[in-house]
């Protein structure tokens, strides 16, 4: 199936978990596993391989705002650690998985829009 549309936009098709081509079809078959192709235009999403690239942004990003609350909180409230868990577990929990699906559909959709694909060493020097 030959796809003629516009190409849809990597960051926006991501967040929605669309199809990276089409922005129609679903992206996602699951919280996390791929659809093995779009519905709509065909897209076979083999070519997908985000690694643990959306993984690593959600520590970077949840670990800076989670650590960075928590600082704060301990230094302005002096709260027992209870309260401390009772927080901060929660919006940890809430912080990475409400952002691992969008940040792996972005990763995959720009992955397709720039065609990146496996290095591979040359044999001609």
Request: net charge negative.
């Amino acid at each position: 199936m030959e796809y003629h549309g516009p190409e849809a936009d990597p960051v926006s098709a991501g967040l929605a978990g669309r199809c990276p081509r089409c922005g129609d079809g679903h992206l996602f078959d699951g919280f996390l596993r791929l659809a093995p192709s779009c519905r709509s235009c065909g897209l076979d999403y083999r070519f997908a391989d985000s690694g643990d690239g959306p993984a690593v942004f959600v520590i970077l990003i949840a670990g800076f705002l989670v650590v960075g609350l928590l600082l704060w909180t301990e230094i302005r409230y002096e709260p027992p650690i209870w309260v401390h868990l009772v927080i901060f577990l929660p919006m940890t929990l809430i912080l990475c998985l409400g952002m691992l699906r969008p940040l792996k559909g972005i990763m995959i959709a720009l992955q397709y829009r720039n065609r990146a694909e496996e290095g591979r060493l040359s044999d001609t020097p």
